[in-house]
């Protein structure tokens, strides 16, 4: 017997309005959650956090996020209030601060955990009854680190965050505080409640198309095979997600704190970032969730902790725009050269190095390669269609891609002239008068241009946002690219950038797929079916290259990811030739050396994998905790990313030899691939120098980096290589560095 389905929206309907009425008596309520916020700071140390703000609770977090992401040397921070308890009994309050802090419950001090100092617990106890009590919490900041974390605990139970919904900015009476925390807690599970309901009826509206489309691939053998390429990337890119959580060991990764801040200031009120917005729109959005749990007081973590489960669902993100690339990738290759061509082209993009790196961590560079290969995917078809509504989402992909990193920019300053170009020329087959005036203000031209303004002006918030939008502009052409230029301006200095780039490009690919890169692009022009198209696919490529490397004078391996998208069509173009005609059996040996270049390939990228997993910063880790004692320290001066993960352990920045010398921590930790950019005439090279050579009176106790898997294959010289070279021009060489811990003498 069929079982009946719930009248779903109807249950919706009943949610909504309770959700609505619930809410509306939320935003009512002159009792609001969190603590007031008082920051106090020399005048030129700098911005001021406006007053009478509310912080739903003290934490690092909401330090940082009140000076919007840029805390100053040194502050002060108080908050105050009133906790509601419901269960009489004996509480524990604790702090864990850098530097000091103080925790007064009904004006009483429990904890006292004042000083300059790094970060450091300290707890207390008082018996509290049944009531609303009074809260005030003091803490100060004098340079070096940032940190503090808040805990109760009733007596016998385990030390957690206080949830924020038990916090109120002034003390009411038992009665008041209790309708406020009624209202604020019943919200959540209406909310949920309403979310599930929603998704299941989506899910039975779904159903039928999905179930159609599982047949139409399971009766399709290039569409089971590009399943099984998507199912296999998928795995690829997952293995590793959680390479140094909680800490973000990724270079360039956005963080909780960037994305709280924006989110924070609602991104407006002067925000702006060196990434643009879309990105921390879609972040956000991952991470509201989590955090709402979290305020719900139904995920008690700690703030490093709830900072690991916020980079995981950021880098499930970039995990799920791979996906998206691969398809994509396919539909670009399948309009171009034929779907078989289009599966090959997902094939080989799945396995570039660059791409299994980035599909793991929290960088915008996968989102945005998402969304220029949708772009790239309307652009093709709307040469071949020259529909109105090709054209304009082509636009909104487009302006989804530079909205997420501004480099995109330079793809698309050639696609105007191909779409006039393509406009003129249907123009004259129609016999048309001034065909190419027609072309130029062509009604699909002028509404992709204005689909681009108003997506832009929307993604920026420009009408509310302005001064952020141009603070973003002015850091983008100017600090944030102008100090990074490597060539000079003269044609040696272009020649050698190109050749840099031909070089960063066949690292990426490994040898195999650059040779069939390389010969679909010449065998895909010299065919005159394909000649065409393959000339529109290579126009992006040509104007990025010169509208934004060659102009800014600088690479980096990331910059060659999206003409790495069309390089992967002309490799899969270039396979397909290869193979034969589709409808005749391939001969063996054909198929013999395709898979061995794609299995060459696979080991050649699977090599990111391994080496996440085995990194040596996990060694080291392992190595140092048991040697160290409560008392001891650990001199550091890199960044943290580059670094182990030292929660817990008293840390010192230390930045000259003289420095070490006196304060002669017990430990010193180095990364030496790191530290062989770093100038030898400066403080930090005599430091490590000093280190090296025995003059800062310690000695190399542990040495490490696990060694490269399957030696015989070579691999990607940043990956496996020596790295002796002092500039870095990979993301790649983050991964597994050489970590020495010196011990004192």
Request: hydrophobic fraction near 50%; aromatic fraction near 10%; include cysteine.
């Amino acid at each position: 017997m069929t079982p009946r389905w719930l009248p779903l929206p109807r249950v919706i309907g009943v949610l909504t309005l309770l959700a609505l009425g619930i809410g509306a008596a939320r935003l009512a309520d002159p009792l609001p959650e969190g603590l007031r916020a008082a920051y106090s700071v020399s005048p030129d140390a700098g911005e001021p956090v406006p007053a009478g703000r509310i912080d739903r609770a003290p934490s690092t977090a909401s330090l940082t996020r009140a000076w919007r992401g840029r805390p100053p040397e040194r502050f002060r921070a108080a908050w105050s209030g009133s906790i509601f308890v419901w269960t009489p009994g004996r509480y524990t309050f604790s702090t864990t601060s850098d530097d000091g802090s103080t925790v007064r419950v009904d004006d009483e001090l429990v904890v006292d955990n004042g000083g300059e100092h790094a970060a450091h617990p300290a707890s207390g106890s008082i018996a509290l009854d049944r009531g609303v009590h009074s809260l005030l919490i003091d803490y100060a900041q004098d340079g070096g680190g940032l940190s503090f974390d808040l805990r109760w605990a009733s007596e016998g139970q385990t030390l957690r965050p206080i949830p924020g919904w038990r916090l109120s900015p002034r003390r009411a009476s038992l009665k008041r505080t209790l309708a406020s925390v009624l209202v604020r807690r019943a919200l959540g599970p209406i909310l949920l409640m309403w979310i599930a309901t929603i998704l299941a009826t989506a899910v039975r509206a779904a159903a039928p198309a999905v179930g159609r489309r599982l047949e139409t691939i399971g009766g399709d053998p290039l569409l089971r095979t590009l399943a099984g390429v998507i199912l296999f990337s998928l795995a690829l890119n997952a293995v590793g997600l959680w390479w140094g959580l909680p800490s973000t060991w990724p270079g360039d990764e956005l963080t909780p704190i960037a994305v709280y801040g924006a989110v924070v200031q609602r991104f407006s009120n002067g925000w702006w970032d060196r990434y643009p917005p879309l990105q921390f729109f879609v972040l956000g959005a991952a991470s509201a969730p989590a955090m709402w749990l979290r305020d719900l007081g139904w995920l008690q973590v700690s703030e490093r902790a709830l900072d690991g489960i916020l980079i995981g669902g950021m880098r499930l993100v970039s995990l799920a725009a791979g996906v998206g690339t691969l398809a994509a990738v396919y539909a670009c290759g399948a309009r171009v050269f034929g779907r078989r061509a289009g599966v090959c082209a997902a094939a080989a993009l799945s396995m570039l190095t660059l791409f299994v790196y980035y599909s793991k961590t929290a960088n915008p560079e996968v989102p945005y390669l998402f969304w220029f290969a949708v772009s790239l995917a309307f652009y093709l078809r709307f040469l071949q269609t020259l529909a109105l509504s090709d054209v304009m989402l082509f636009a909104a992909a487009a302006t989804a891609s530079m909205c997420t990193k501004d480099q995109a920019y330079g793809l698309y300053l050639a696609t105007p002239v191909v779409f006039v170009y393509r406009l003129w020329e249907a123009n004259r087959v129609d016999g048309e008068p001034r065909a190419l005036l027609r072309a130029m203000v062509d009604r699909r031209i002028l509404a992709a241009g204005a689909t681009v303004v108003v997506l832009f002006a929307a993604v920026y918030l420009l009408p509310f946002n302005l001064d952020g939008f141009v603070a973003h502009f002015r850091d983008i052409s100017g600090p944030g690219s102008q100090p990074w230029r490597m060539f000079e301006p003269t044609v040696g200095g272009h020649l050698a950038l190109l050749e840099t780039n031909l070089v960063l490009n066949q690292r990426a690919w490994g040898w195999p797929l650059t040779f069939l890169a390389a010969a679909g692009t010449a065998a895909a022009i010299a065919d005159r079916t394909t000649r065409r198209a393959s000339i529109f696919l290579l126009a992006p490529v040509v104007s990025y290259y010169f509208g934004f490397i060659d102009l800014v004078l600088y690479t980096f391996d990331r910059y060659v990811l999206p003409m790495c998208i069309v390089e992967a069509l002309f490799a899969g173009f270039a396979i397909d030739r290869f193979l034969g005609p589709a409808t005749g059996a391939i001969p063996a040996w054909r198929r013999a050396l395709v898979a061995l270049a794609l299995a060459y390939t696979l080991l050649y990228a699977a090599a990111v994998d391994v080496l996440m997993v085995l990194d040596s910063r996990y060694a080291a880790e392992t190595w140092l905790r048991p040697r160290l004692r409560a008392a001891e320290g650990v001199g550091i001066n890199f960044p943290d990313q580059v670094l182990p993960r030292l929660d817990g352990i008293a840390t010192e920045r230390i930045g000259s030899l003289p420095h070490l010398k006196s304060d002669r921590p017990a430990y010193f930790i180095l990364n030496a691939d790191y530290a062989r950019a770093i100038g030898a005439d400066t403080l930090l090279g005599d430091l490590v120098a000093g280190l090296q050579d025995g003059r800062a009176g310690y000695h190399l106790a542990f040495r490490y980096r696990a060694p490269a898997p399957w030696p015989w294959l070579g691999g990607h010289p940043d990956l496996v290589g020596p790295r002796l070279e002092p500039r870095v021009l990979s993301i790649l060489r983050g991964i597994n560095p050489t970590i020495e811990i010196y011990a004192r003498n």
